[in-house]
């Protein structure tokens, strides 16, 4: 349930270039297949679901799993609420209203978040004026708030209570217009899908790249309108300046645009947020801005992972442009008693309850940093025994310093031999050789002296077999000169004194006695020759078994 970010362990060539991308600290596992291999895997308990692993693998082995499949069974059985993301605009400047018709034809009801989006901005101007919140972190990127709950937990207090502009328009949906529908996102983001599951308001992340997939899978064509035209007709009103929220800066502009006095520092990007993040959470609430509003995405979610998009970010913002201007213009006349106040606010101020706006989030639990005690056998482990070493700070490995590397493997979620000191080191101790050079020379050594060993006992079983012959033979031949002695003793017997005759007949059975000895000689000769063949060939098995194991002690 939690997997977002995927792993292809044939694809993945082990070059840490998702881990150099990642700012979570424990999301990548690097772990040794059977064969030898090192890939990187995912541990979705530590990930965010930021994607930036998925944009900068150049191998395809890094991918994301989204409910797609899982709405589209869903719509052909109920009439399913469609909310359509602003990004859509960015991401598809000439397809998103066709694609928008595409599911109200099969018989969805479609919203528009940007509605979200302005209750959202609404419901933090009101939050502040009653002094329901202090400083705070926006929260409408869900990598964010994933980050904020693994990693920096003390900034939960921080981190704004009120629902991003999805969630927004589902408590809408549900609370104020007593919609009952399962309710999916066409969003541009891969981490929604830990927002819509911690909360259960929302039950299908729709990503747009994923869904373009599911177009072309199925031979889907969607038709085109002019990429000028930024409204359509929704099932319920439009969003206004709620639109502007996917591009970098927009939660802030929003919010000026009814409170320009507001103290509001922004950052995109996960090069930026993060590390801001973390300084964020070590400065005092005295230094913080009223609003640090966050976006994970370098461009905003215009540009986010599940867009799939082709377009470039000047094609971005000057679509945008053209999304806020549209905005502006709906909402300009729209004062009340010519004080300025904003007409959809003041709907929102009647018909809206704060309280239904709030959500509450789930801490995990805080990670020990490890001593500098318990690191010092890790860079042992690593190679590294010098301060020098230690600091050598290469980024191969995709840590920014040794030191990260070092917590990584004391956390078991790295390994040793990823340094790249520790392979040199290991490269120059083995002569250059590689380990898996070593291992096929070793797997010839053992083919070759294996064939020796069955050669040696070859011997010993072709021996073994002369030395039976031999012995039978043996035993033939000695029943054979017992019987001619008994004939001698028992001719002599017969025959005191002999004569010339009886002579000449003691002669011939002695002649034959003599032939048996000689054949019984040669048959004792052969067993005595078979056996210095079996304890010749025995020794040379007892030789070649020593090798195996100095090779294998090698």
Not at 264 to 287: C, H, R, T, W
Not at 442 to 469: F, H, N, P, W, Y
Request: aromatic share 6%.
């Amino acid at each position: 349930m939690n997997e977002t970010i995927i792993v292809k362990p044939e694809k993945c060539v082990g070059c840490n270039a998702c881990i150099r991308s990642c700012p979570a600290p424990e999301a990548n596992v690097s772990v040794k297949l059977d064969g030898g291999k090192y890939i990187v895997n995912v541990n979705n308990e530590k990930c965010i679901s930021c994607g930036e692993c998925v944009r900068t693998c150049n191998h395809g082995a890094r991918d994301y799993i989204d409910d797609t499949e899982a709405c589209m069974q869903r719509i052909e059985s109920d009439k399913v609420i469609i909310l359509a993301s602003t990004a859509m605009k960015a991401a598809l400047p000439t397809q998103w209203k066709g694609i928008l018709d595409w599911f109200k034809k099969k018989g969805c009801f479609i919203f528009d978040t940007a509605l979200g989006a302005d209750i959202s901005t609404w419901a933090h101007l009101r939050a502040i004026e009653a002094k329901r919140i202090g400083n705070v972190v926006s929260q409408q990127c869900s990598a964010v708030v994933k980050y904020v709950e693994t990693y920096q937990p003390k900034l939960l207090t921080n981190l704004s209570p009120i629902h991003s502009p999805e969630l927004c328009t589902a408590v809408y949906l549900r609370k104020y217009q007593r919609r009952t529908n399962p309710i999916a996102v066409i969003s541009p983001c891969i981490a929604k899908k830990h927002e819509f599951a911690d909360t259960g308001l929302v039950d299908y992340n729709v990503t747009i790249r994923k869904l373009m997939a599911y177009f072309e899978k199925n031979d889907i064509k969607i038709p085109t309108s002019p990429a000028n035209e930024y409204t359509y007709p929704f099932d319920e009103q439009q969003g206004q300046i709620g639109a502007i929220y996917p591009r970098p800066g927009g939660f802030r502009d929003a919010l000026h645009v009814h409170d320009p006095e507001l103290n509001i520092v922004n950052a995109e990007g996960v090069n930026s947020v993060f590390p801001q993040l973390d300084l964020y959470a070590k400065m005092s609430e005295n230094k913080h801005p009223k609003v640090f509003d966050v976006l994970s995405c370098e461009f905003g979610c215009n540009a986010g992972p599940g867009t799939g998009t082709k377009q470039n970010v000047f094609d971005i913002l000057e679509t945008m442009k053209g999304v806020e201007e549209e905005a502006r213009n709906r909402r300009k006349g729209s004062g009340l008693f010519n004080r300025g106040d904003d007409k959809l606010f003041k709907q929102f101020d009647d018909e809206l309850q704060l309280q239904d706006f709030i959500r509450s989030y789930k801490p995990s639990r805080p990670i020990m940093m490890p001593t500098d005690a318990q690191l010092d056998p890790i860079f042992e482990k690593m190679g590294k025994h010098t301060k020098e070493e230690r600091s050598f700070d290469c980024h191969a490995c995709g840590f920014k310093t040794c030191r990260e590397m070092a917590v990584a493997i004391y956390r078991g979620v790295n390994q040793p031999e990823n340094c790249i000191v520790l392979t040199r080191a290991h490269h120059h101790a083995t002569g250059g050789v590689t380990d898996d050079e070593r291992i096929n020379a070793l797997t010839e050594k053992c083919r070759t002296l294996s064939e020796e060993i069955q050669q040696s006992l070859s011997a010993v079983t072709e021996s073994m077999g002369g030395i039976d012959k031999s012995s039978e033979k043996i035993g033939t031949r000695s029943q054979e000169l017992n019987s001619l002695i008994q004939n001698v003793i028992e001719f002599c017997n017969a025959n005191k004194p002999m004569d010339e005759g009886s002579v000449e007949q003691l002669v011939n059975i002695l002649e034959t006695t003599q032939k048996a000895f000689g054949s019984l000689d040669k048959n004792v000769a052969s067993t005595k020759e078979n056996s210095a063949v079996i304890t010749e060939s025995v020794a040379k098995i007892d030789e070649i078994v020593k090798s195996l194991n100095e090779a294998f002690s090698e």
